[in-house]
């Protein structure tokens, strides 16, 4: 019991409880909100199932460069806005990180969306993979 309560051993207690938390925060994020997809993944459901690409960033950071042919829906305008999506589609999430498209994507679930899914690493991962990136409303 002595171990618990030596000061040099607490900090090691603590640091290896914040490592198993911080380890563990993607599969929390991705049971929370939907799967998330690798870029390669989500270019062939958007080829193959015509997966709709919905970029939740304010819409003067969309315009700075977006997925083509994706649609604006700021997180803000979700709740009145999101229920005016196809629910028969797969809608694949974005925004700058991935982060942030995991909430969006569970109230989506919340309204009855079944095939929502999370950009992995966002838009930053869509440009560093070489992909385009369309400035074009």
């Not at 193959?48 to 919905?54: I, M, Y």
């Not at 629910?87 to 569970?106: E, N």
């Amino acid at each position: 019991m002595n171990f618990f309560l030596e000061t040099n051993n607490l900090l090691l207690i603590s640091i290896a409880v914040s490592s198993g938390l911080m380890l563990l925060w993607p599969f929390i994020q991705q049971s929370r909100g939907g799967k998330a997809l690798g870029t390669t993944q989500a270019i062939q459901m958007i080829n193959h199932q015509n997966a709709l690409v919905v970029d939740i960033r304010p819409l003067a950071t969309y315009q700075n460069g977006h997925v083509a042919e994706s649609r604006n829906l700021p997180s803000s305008d979700l709740p009145t806005k999101g229920p005016g999506l196809p629910k028969g589609r797969p809608i694949i999430l974005t925004c700058d990180r991935g982060q942030i498209a995991f909430g969006a994507a569970a109230k989506l679930r919340k309204m009855g969306f079944d095939q929502v899914f999370v950009l992995q690493g966002g838009i930053n991962a869509w440009a560093q993979a070489g992909l385009p990136l369309s400035t074009k409303r």
